[in-house]
């Protein structure tokens, strides 16, 4: 079992920037990829971006503005956010995955361990 706490979600006027952590603890030995995942209200959850070993993936459109990394000294995965607009308000999720696939395709089901989120709010 992973488990996966999120903190530093909050409310931002658009250009603004947050970041969010993600403490992991527990049996992390077969982890490939780290990922965060949002959902706004009424809309599917979506991936945001992933990281593993010598490499990442970003959304299309968070490219340049977010930027994904991880602290294995303090088991946390950080999630940068920068000039944040509306559209990216919603539920944040860190999550894990235990499976290769999931370092070409951010997609929530080849994640298997999820924590409570945070929420992100950007007003205009």
């Known amino acids: 079992q992973v488990q996966l706490v999120e903190s530093g979600g909050g409310s931002v006027q658009a250009g603004g920037s947050l970041r969010l952590s993600c403490t992991v603890s527990g049996d992390t030995f077969n982890t490939v990829c780290m990922g965060w995942f949002r959902q706004a209200p009424g809309k599917e959850r979506e991936g945001v971006a992933t990281?593993?070993?010598?490499?990442?993936i970003y959304r299309h459109s968070v490219k340049g503005r977010f930027t994904i990394s991880q602290d294995n000294a303090k088991n946390t995965v950080y999630l940068l956010m920068n000039s944040l607009n509306p559209e990216d308000t919603g539920m944040y999720y860190c999550a894990a995955s235990q499976y290769e696939i999931c370092r070409t395709t951010m997609t929530s089901l080849n994640f298997g361990f999820w924590g409570q989120g945070t929420q992100v709010t950007v007003s205009s």
């Open positions: 990281i593993y070993t010598g490499g990442s």
